[in-house]
T-cell receptor
Framework: GESVGLHLPTLSVQEGDNSIINCAYS??????FIWYKQESGKGPQFIID?????DKRQGQRVTVLLNKTVKHLSLQIAATQPGDSAVYFC??????????FGAGTTVTVRA | EAEVAQSPRYKITEKSQAVAFWCDPI?????LYWYRQILGQGPELLVQ????????DSQLPKDRFSAERLKGVDSTLKIQPAELGDSAMYLC????????????FGQGTRLTVV
């Protein structure tokens, strides 16, 4: 079946470096995507979203890139900080405001 | 800052017992979701409400799970009887109707069935 998934389950990054988290999706009809951050013991927290009529969107220290040709989504975090350590999920809006989540990437920031 | 409130935070129950979780969404949010998150996985939608009506409960195991949102505000998710495989985090989220995306999540209820 169609699903949203992440390429790598874990990512270790040096503090101050940039992080890139990848996500592949298979539902070509999806027109809206969201990145969430989940810290241990907490619910997912919205980071940034992007619609399919865009290929790039920037927020504060974060950038989301969308490549519809290869159905690929990425989240870039600039100057990664210890507080960025968390699990990151990409989510796909299947319509009727229903979100489908991938399995997540655990980001660990090394001091 | 407005938050989605969930209780309890943690629940331990014996298998075959009944258990219930409560969620109070952000005021004014017409859409309410219950998700289940198994350790190490992403959240999976169990049920979605629009006001007091169920929009999608296709993934809800209806033989043992039930959900209601009687007045279109807070919601309860019940499991009866609980099974060992139900151990997970149960997350509630809410969003403004008619607005794509940003669903706000609560802290979740961590259920352990023993």
């Amino acid at each position: 079946g169609e699903s949203v998934g992440l390429h790598l389950p874990t990512l270790s990054v040096q503090e101050g470096d940039n992080s890139i988290i990848n996500c592949a999706y298979s539902n070509s009809a999806s027109d809206y995507f969201i990145w969430y951050k989940q810290e241990s013991g907490k619910g997912p927290q919205f980071i940034i979203d992007i619609r399919s009529n865009m290929d790039k969107r920037q927020g504060q220290r974060v950038t989301v890139l969308l490549n519809k040709t290869v159905k690929h989504l990425s989240l870039q975090i600039a100057a990664t900080q210890p507080g960025d350590s968390a699990v990151y999920f990409c989510a796909e809006n299947l319509g009727d405001y229903k979100l489908s989540f991938g399995a997540g990437t655990t980001v660990t920031v090394r001091a | 800052e407005a938050e989605v409130a969930q209780s309890p935070r943690y629940k331990i129950t014996e298998k075959s017992q009944a258990v219930a979780f409560w969620c109070d969404p952000i005021s004014g949010h017409a859409t309410l979701y219950w998700y289940r998150q198994i350790l190490g996985q992403g959240p999976e939608l169990l049920v979605q409400f629009q006001d007091e009506s169920v929009v999608d409960d296709s993934q809800l195991p209806k033989d043992r799970f039930s959900a209601e949102r009687l007045k279109g505000v807070d919601s309860t998710l019940k499991i009866q009887p609980a099974e060992l495989g139900d151990s997970a985090m149960y997350l509630c989220a809410s969003s403004l109707a008619g607005v794509d995306g940003e669903a706000f999540f609560g802290q979740g209820t961590r259920l352990t069935v023993v």
